[in-house]
């Protein structure tokens, strides 16, 4: 066998092997998942992430959300993104208050003074208790 063909043949092993990879990993992500997995991650309730799909950047429109019992893992993804990466970081207003060493009141002065910096509006404030991780964090940049 010539030095062309053992090149080849390596090329070829090796595409097949990432085109089986890549298979593997597009069946993985196209499977279902329900919901209450992302209610998990986040480690908040499944009323809480009807909250965030309606208030905040979310892929999926509340119509979406609702007409589907399971989420692809590309979903849950694109989710993932939109709300932050970090479940740790999706805080309450009290322990926002408790980082940024302040109480409850100031923050809720501040924050009014400053949705259109956070991205939110007043009715996403005062209906939710807590936030999806970005805009957590935003919050707690306000407050300095």
Not at 54 to 79: A, H, N
Request: hydrophobic content about 40%; some cysteine; proline content about 4%.
């Amino acid at each position: 066998m010539n030095k062309f063909s053992e090149n080849f043949l390596i090329s070829a092993y090796i595409a097949i092997i990432i085109l089986v990879g890549f298979y593997f990993f597009i069946l993985f992500k196209s499977q279902k998942k329900p919901k209450d997995e992302l209610a998990k991650h986040y480690k908040v309730s499944k009323p809480t992430l009807i909250k965030w799909v309606r208030y905040f950047k979310c892929p999926l429109s509340l119509d979406q959300w609702k007409r589907k019992r399971k989420l692809t893992g590309f979903e849950m993804d694109r989710i993932k993104e939109s709300w932050g990466l970090e479940p740790n970081q999706a805080l309450s207003k009290k322990q926002i208050a408790d980082i940024a060493e302040s109480n409850y009141k100031t923050v809720a002065e501040n924050v009014k003074m400053n949705l259109e910096k956070i991205g939110i509006r007043l009715e996403a404030w005062e209906s939710c208790n807590i936030f999806p991780p970005v805009i957590s964090q935003r919050i707690l940049e306000i407050l300095g």
